[in-house]
């Protein structure tokens, strides 16, 4: 990533590596929601391309996960891409790394039909307008049975929203530091970096709301747009290039369960 423009830093993806277990909220949970609402079944071929991959641990369980699936997955941190080469290594030709910027649209190209998009903690680093042409771009080039999935920080209307965020973020903090280490180690490490952007505002970040982004979603002409799972300022949501008909039970997809998907999130993070 160009390290002469304001944006994420290749100390901030160190810092990241160094705080992930206790900067991002229920992480697995939030992967595993994710992976709950990819519209294809375990034994299907489809494209999935991940933008903003980071070290690649949701890439690696979505190789697991569907054998038959192929993968990109694109970051701009040199340090990010070298973790998610080596995360992905075994699976060959199956999973590709390469390198882009996310505000940039010269690899738009590289998601005509896919069948996934999926983003996790890395759309809040685009402006509203960039999110807004991010959605359409997207939706635009996807498979006709595609979905666009993202994990994200969520921004507040009101100063309360801020604070509950922000409180919430800390309560969990903390107990991710003492239950993954024993220790209050990393959680005053986080503290220290000022790492609670709810508290702690900084450029770099511009989340918006949920509620904006769903109906940005909405516009792009994306279906079935919703949110499954929120807290602390973090939501998974996305949206479908066709809907679903109905809203009825329907015939489920042979997608994996809620805790194979957690189990696979678990052994990539480890791996
Ligand atoms: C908070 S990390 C999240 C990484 C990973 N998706 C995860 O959930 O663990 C943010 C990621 O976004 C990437 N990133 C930020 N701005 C970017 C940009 N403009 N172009 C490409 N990657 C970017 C960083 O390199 C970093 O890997």
Partial sequence: MSQDRPGWSEEDSTLYE????VAVPCREEQLAT???????GVDESFRIVELA?????????????YPRATLLAMDGSSSMLRAARQRLVGFGSRAEVASFDLAADDWYVRI???????STLAVHHLPDEG?????????????????????????????????????????????QSLSSTGSRNLVEQLEREEWN?????????????????????????????DCWWLRAGHAVFGGYKTAWVGKSHGVPINGPSYDHALTAVFDALAN
């Fill in 18 to 21: 160094q705080l992930a277990l």
């Fill in 197 to 225: 952007l709810f508290r702690h505002p900084d450029p770099v970040d511009m989340p918006a709301t949920i509620g904006e982004q769903l109906a940005w979603l909405g516009e792009a002409g994306f279906r079935d747009v």
């Fill in 34 to 40: 994710l992976i709950t609402q990819i519209p294809f």
């Fill in 112 to 118: 005509e039909g896919a069948g996934c998009v999926i």
């Fill in 131 to 175: 999110k807004r042409r991010l959605f359409r771009s997207v939706f635009d080039r996807l498979h006709q049975t595609g979905a666009l999935l993202i994990a994200d920080v969520i921004a507040g209307f009101r100063p309360q929203t801020w604070g509950l965020h922000a409180d919430l973020y800390d309560r969990i903090a903390k107990a």
């Fill in 53 to 65: 991959c980071g070290g690649g641990s949701l890439a690696r369980a979505l190789m697991e996960l």
